[in-house]
């Protein structure tokens, strides 16, 4: 039996994940509905998990693998695959547990549990039950104002919120709208902009009881309610014009190194050393990262038509092949994270969820990528990769512009908790991290306080990954980002020391300490 066979590259993105993460040996319809299984109970019907089973293996038919692998599934194929005991009590138990998640649902969605769960948390109903009736008056107040814009349209009348599923369907008529500007020029940019906007109306009002979403392509939108955000972002772009944070010997080096107009010459600005007068341990650190992620971008070419590099949609090929490996190397050379890639467990999450919610269920979340600090052992960047470089996927983004920002705001609430006798100032320095890669365009995000029981992300840096020799010169933003994330990195061991200090009295606290200023109106 050939079992080392695997379905052909060709085929991804036209058959399921399912048939590239599992023996072929192993292909059944009972296993393919426990794969996917959570997209079962998000509501994909029988009908179609059983079509799409058939029709990948048909696919793969196609292709002619070996004999017995073709005997396999031919039998299948010949087979009621569907009458299998295995199948059907598979379907019982999931309509057992969509009635008793609906049920559990509605018990939590109840007053009763509710105030059960605030008593145990020492808060009032009250309180809550007048914030929310707070939010919901600002959001009618927002909807009402004619001036404003959010941060995916311009305000259309006459038009109902659409439910959870439609959402999605609309985003294209939001983003168009939003690219209005607000003296309604009729002129519409395209697009397929650097900055599309990533989150939805309803998204944004969401998230802002929690996180203020201070990213680029919401700068006209955060500046009317926020405007010392908005100048926060506007200053890390001039900032990353200025490419303050590689710092005049590497610019220089690069800049002589990305203007190599054939794979020989790259390599032999790649062999030469840093030059300078002065050159500190950090510029000879991420000269080294720098050099290993030319190096292998240029053996990637140099054997390819026109020193390219195919596109495609595939995430993780894109995240491992290309993404990994300036970050990855960070690890190494300076010693004080450890990153974690695919479908990384966090525990932060978990551990805000049982404070907000003692009785209840934990969630179980996965990032792409996850940094953990060495010494102090917490969660430090999460990163969200939404799909491949060739083609973005709108409802795939949307989530994960949702979920990075609430991972992001759990890393930092997290690592706090521990140190609330330190002071607010020093509190307010630490910041946690949060990577978008939407495409080929990868965005850092910096996540820190703001105001009592809310924090603020700021787009720090973005750039685009390169595909070409031609389009090489995209690797001088990709450094600029990598540096400031280094020195972030850098400068939080410092203010975890400081924290640390404060809050076990080794240093005198004389102003506010955290815990004072979070609890506050």
Avoid at 132 to 139: C, H, L, M, V
Avoid at 245 to 268: C, D, H, I, Q
Avoid at 389 to 395: A, G, H, I, T
Wanted: hydrophobic share 35%.
């Amino acid at each position: 039996m050939n079992v080392n066979w695997a379905v052909p590259e060709f085929l991804i993105g036209v058959v399921g994940e399912f048939f590239f993460r599992t023996p072929w040996y192993k292909w059944f319809l009972i296993e393919y509905l426990q794969f996917k299984k959570a997209e079962i109970l998000a509501g994909l019907s029988k009908t179609v998990a059983h079509h799409d089973y058939k029709k990948s293996i048909q696919q793969i038919l196609e292709t002619k693998p070996p004999e017995d692998i073709s005997l396999a599934i031919m039998k299948q194929l010949t087979t009621k695959i569907q009458d299998g005991e295995e199948v059907k009590q598979f379907w019982k138990l999931i309509t057992v547990e969509k009635k008793y998640t609906e049920q559990l649902k509605a018990f939590r969605d109840s007053a009763e549990f509710e105030t059960d769960v605030l008593k145990v948390r020492n808060k009032r109903f009250i309180d809550e039950i007048d914030s929310a009736i707070e939010r919901d008056a600002k959001r009618k107040e927002l909807d009402m104002d004619n001036e404003y814009n959010t941060p995916t349209c311009t305000r259309i009348d006459n038009v109902d919120e659409k439910a959870n599923d439609e959402e999605y369907v609309s985003a294209d008529k939001e983003e168009t709208a939003f690219w209005v500007s607000n003296n309604q020029k009729s002129k519409i940019e395209s697009l397929i902009t650097p900055h599309k906007p990533i989150l939805t109306r309803q998204m944004f009002h969401v998230l802002s009881t929690k996180v203020i979403p201070g990213l680029k392509s919401l700068k006209s939108v955060v500046a009317m309610r926020y405007p010392e955000i908005a100048d926060e972002i506007e200053n890390h772009e001039q900032e990353q014009k200025r490419l303050s944070s590689l710092g005049l010997t590497l610019t220089e080096w690069l800049r002589v190194a990305l203007s190599s107009s054939s794979p020989e010459k790259l390599l032999e600005c790649l062999m030469k050393p840093l030059q300078g007068e002065q050159v500190t341990d950090r510029e000879k650190k991420l000269h080294d990262i720098f050099e290993l992620t030319l190096r292998e971008f240029h053996t990637m070419i140099k054997y390819n038509p026109r020193y390219s590099l195919p596109r495609h949609n595939s995430e993780r090929k894109f995240l491992v092949e290309r993404v990994a490996t300036p970050f990855k190397l960070i690890e190494y050379v300076f010693g004080n994270v450890t990153t974690y890639w695919i479908e990384k467990e966090i525990l932060s999450t978990k551990a805000m969820e049982f404070i907000d919610d003692p009785t209840g269920e934990l969630t179980k979340k996965k990032v792409d990528a996850l940094a953990t600090d060495f010494i102090y052992n917490t969660d430090v960047m999460n990163l969200e990769s939404s799909g491949g470089p060739l083609q973005q996927d709108r409802k795939h983004t949307l989530g994960d512009s949702d979920k990075i920002s609430n991972t992001g705001v759990d890393i930092l609430l997290q690592c706090l908790r521990k140190y609330l006798g330190a002071s607010i100032e020093t509190a307010k320095k630490l910041k946690s991290y949060s990577i978008q890669i939407i495409e080929d365009r990868i965005t850092l995000i910096e996540v820190s306080l703001y105001k009592p029981r809310v924090c603020k992300e700021v787009e720090v840096r973005n750039a685009v990954f390169p595909f070409a020799l031609s389009s090489i010169g995209e690797y001088m933003r990709v450094f600029e980002l990598v540096s400031y994330y280094v020195d972030g990195l850098l400068s939080r061991q410092e203010i975890m020391q400081e924290l640390s200090m404060e809050a076990n009295g080794i240093k005198e606290v004389n102003s506010e300490n955290l815990k004072d200023w979070w609890i506050k109106e």
